[in-house]
């Protein structure tokens, strides 16, 4: 029986990231770029100014106060998107807007409101002179070509996470088309006899399809497409048809739920077993024990237990990191924080991830652990209510209060 960690380099030690793709700015977020980005321009692209005011040479105010303004000629009005063909001199000043570009000659520029123009704000024609009512210094107000970007310099290393500000970056560089690797596809299968939909109604013996919705719901969190194959029946008939889907559908990772125990009706093993490749299918954790892991064709594959919170669990252990690394992160595991237990657990020696409410308290500078609830591999509601995992580490039987352990976070912490 494997150990996570070696279970989970198995896995990887089998997936590479996928071929890379061009999409439109729009379709960016989220995705992981597949190529270095080098600049192509400076950013800014030009000297401008950072607020409505004048531009100004700094040496002809430096001494201006609002008891001893000093005058200046206007002459010129300077909007965003327009050049002054100008060489202001000295004595002279232009009206400048934010983000228009700084004139030759000026070396700064003083806010409209340090000034005693008081008719700009109303959309005025520009004043043939303006009082200058403060002093100010080389560069004040101005935004200098290249200062947050030089042309030529690497600005986004491949495998970076494209955020919002990322997206921003990338339009300021005219980047419309967007190197990326491949959102992994990732089909989904549930097994069991006694799976039904949740529009259907509950006979005797069923249970309601949770583990599909879950699993794809995770699957669209790490940035996957998600392809439902539905449920098949505890028979290999059915589902050798619903992997060959998979395989019809460029899936490039199964998910299965249920069906790779020890059980007579567990045949999705038996199928890997048959007609794939099963390279293990059980784990040192708790929950999920019976997770296994091959091929079927050439699709990589991991058999997920049918309990839901072992589902769940073992998905962010195994799943999240493989589909990580099909969309070419450079990273592929959970942040981890460090938390002080409240209460003493009681653990099998198994590596296990206990279901934990996480808090921050501010007087302790420190972050607290308590069980979210019965940690039973069925109770999704505790899970649900849980805003961490806190990974109790393998031949670890009893861990006392005031301990601290390694916790992956799944929501928002509270603050006390």
């Known amino acids: 029986?494997?150990?996570?960690?070696?279970?989970?380099?198995?896995?990887?030690?089998?997936?590479?990231?996928?071929?890379?793709?061009?999409?439109?700015?729009?379709?960016?977020?989220g995705r992981i770029l597949a190529e270095d980005i080098v600049s192509?321009?400076?950013?800014?692209?030009?000297?401008?100014?950072?607020?409505?005011?004048?531009?100004?040479?700094?040496?002809d105010v430096a001494a201006a106060s609002a008891k001893t303004p000093i005058l200046l000629h206007v002459v010129a009005d300077i909007a965003a998107g327009h050049v002054a063909d100008i060489q202001l001199g000295t004595g002279q000043a232009a009206r400048i807007m934010t983000g228009a570009p700084l004139p030759s000659g000026a070396d700064a520029v003083i806010p409209v409101e340090k000034t005693d123009d008081k008719l700009s704000f109303t959309g005025a024609d520009m004043p043939a002179l303006v009082g200058i009512l403060q002093g100010t210094t080389f560069g004040a107000y101005v935004r200098f070509a290249g200062e947050d970007v030089h042309s030529g310099e690497q600005v986004l290393a491949a495998q970076t996470l494209i955020s919002p500000a990322i997206v921003g970056v990338l339009a300021a560089l005219g980047v419309a088309a967007v190197p990326v690797f491949r959102r992994p596809r990732i089909a989904i299968l549930g097994t069991g006899d006694e799976i039904v939909d949740?529009?259907?109604?509950?006979?005797?013996?069923q249970i309601r399809n949770v583990n599909g919705y879950t699993l794809a719901a995770l699957v669209k969190q790490y940035g996957a497409e998600p392809i439902i194959l539905g449920v098949a029946r505890d028979s290999v008939?059915?589902?050798?048809?619903?992997?060959?889907?998979?395989?019809?559908?460029?899936?490039?990772?199964?998910?299965?739920?249920?069906?790779?125990?020890?059980?007579?009706?567990?045949?999705?093993?038996l199928v890997l077993e048959q007609d794939g490749n099963l390279q293990f299918w059980r784990v040192n954790m708790r929950p999920g024990k019976p997770m296994a892991f091959g091929q079927y064709g050439s699709i990589p594959l991991l058999g997920l237990p049918g309990n839901p919170v072992s589902s769940i669990v073992t998905c962010e252990v195994f799943a999240r990191p493989a589909i990580l690394k099909l969309a070419g992160n450079a990273t592929t595991g959970h942040p981890e924080i460090r938390v002080r237990i409240q209460e003493a657990i009681q653990s099998d020696g198994r590596e296990t991830y206990f279901r934990a409410i996480v808090e921050y308290d501010s007087a302790s500078a420190t972050y607290t652990a308590r069980s979210a609830g019965g940690q039973g591999s069925h109770m999704l509601r505790v899970l649900s209510h849980a805003n961490a995992l806190v990974i109790i580490p393998a031949d670890v039987r009893e861990v006392e209060a005031g301990r601290e352990l390694a916790a992956w976070l799944l929501g928002d912490i509270s603050i006390n």
């Open 40 to 59: 192509p321009l400076d950013l800014p692209p030009f000297p401008n100014s950072s607020m409505d005011g004048y531009a100004v040479q700094a040496a």
């Open 237 to 269: 008939a059915a589902v050798t048809e619903r992997l060959n889907t998979a395989i019809a559908e460029n899936a490039d990772l199964i998910l299965t739920s249920a069906g790779v125990s020890m059980g007579a009706t567990d045949v999705v093993r």
């Open 1 to 29: 029986m494997l150990e996570v960690k070696q279970a989970q380099a198995r896995i990887l030690d089998e997936l590479s990231p996928l071929p890379v793709e061009h999409v439109s700015l729009h379709q960016a977020l």
């Open 198 to 205: 949740v529009d259907e109604p509950l006979g005797p013996g």
